[in-house]
């Protein structure tokens, strides 16, 4: 989906100094909208199987504690309480360890796309995307990230919430039949 690639640490990174914004079409503008309001309702839809594993008579309680939490602590979350009731009945579904991997993932390039640095792609649609600073010293990453990664990535999170639909609709059928 993204490609990275990195160099070594440059001063000023290369920047757009002059504050002008690069030329973006509309469509990749409105893809990286879509990333954002589907992921958006990915971490709503997992919000609110976690509130219903804290009570199904009201989302208050799973609220009162989601209320600032992270979304990768939200997965851990999800993940802890599939664990316990998967070991209890001795069964773990065969979508939830890919469903958890894509979770994740899902968040991975969410910020990546949310968090790139849109003023300063090259002209390969390299974008800046963060320093990594390492024991080996300091490296400049840059994603791939255009028109095709960006839809496929749309595509990633909605199957992303399909599998989590399907695998909450299983969890049911496990704990009420």
């Not at 390299?126 to 960006?150: A, C, H, N, R, W």
Request: charged share 30%; proline share 1%; net charge negative.
């Amino acid at each position: 989906m993204i490609i990275n690639t990195s160099k070594e640490f440059e001063q000023y990174l290369s920047r757009n100094k002059s504050g002008e914004r690069k030329e973006q079409s509309d469509f990749l503008l409105s893809l990286i909208g879509d990333v954002v309001v589907f992921f958006n309702g990915l971490e709503a839809q997992l919000d609110s199987c976690l509130c219903e594993v804290f009570t199904d008579r009201t989302d208050a309680t799973g609220l009162i504690v989601l209320n600032k939490m992270a979304y990768s602590s939200k997965v851990d979350l999800f993940k802890r309480f599939g664990d316990d009731l998967h070991s209890s009945i001795d069964k773990v579904p065969d979508i939830y360890n890919e469903l958890i991997k894509t979770l994740r993932e899902s968040g991975r390039i969410r910020n990546i796309v949310v968090h790139a640095d849109w003023e300063n792609q090259d002209e390969e649609n390299y974008t800046f995307t963060k320093v990594k600073i390492t024991k080996f010293g300091m490296v400049q990453e840059y994603s791939l990230v255009d028109e095709e990664s960006l839809m496929k990535i749309v595509e990633f999170i909605v199957k992303t919430r399909k599998n989590l639909d399907e695998y909450w609709e299983e969890r049911r059928r496990i704990i009420y039949h």
